[in-house]
């Protein structure tokens, strides 16, 4: 009897501790999966000041934040991708950001990604 309570006890303890990583391994996702990110793509050839100005045109729509531009980008030949953080943006706000965004015969298109580049 005394045998069996301890092979209960292991397998109740290796339950707890298999659903305790589960639970942290899913918090660990979905904290990676929240970091998104709206990539702008020009069409080549335009300029870094029609990309700035796009950028600002379309900064205040709810739940996407400019991610603000590197120091270390030129400001006449540099070339910079421009970003909005769309971490606690719904579907509508991303909506109205691609709406803001296709108003712009120089931009081709908006693409949703990880923060990591995924």
Same mark, same amino acid.
């Given at each position: ?22 639970? %942290?391994? #899913? ?18 050839? =335009?300029?870094?000041? =029609? ?6 045109? #379309? ?5 996407? =934040? ?9 400001? =006449? ?10 971490? %606690? ?10 709406? #803001?965004?296709?108003?712009?015969? %120089? ?10 580049? %995924?």
């Amino acid at each position: 009897m005394r045998a069996l309570r301890r092979v209960v006890g292991i397998r109740a303890a290796a339950a707890v501790g298999v659903a305790a990583l589960a639970v %942290s391994g #899913c918090a660990q996702f979905d904290a990676a999966m929240g970091k998104q990110e709206a990539v702008v793509a020009f069409a080549p050839g =335009t300029s870094q000041a =029609t990309m700035m100005s796009v950028r600002a045109a #379309c900064a205040k729509i709810p739940g996407a =934040t400019a991610e603000a531009v590197p120091k270390d980008v030129n400001a =006449t030949s540099g070339a910079y991708s421009i970003r909005y953080r769309v971490d %606690s943006a719904s579907d509508a706000d991303i909506a109205r950001l691609s709406k #803001c965004l296709s108003q712009f015969k %120089s931009v081709r298109g908006v693409n949703i990604e990880q923060q990591d580049g %995924s």
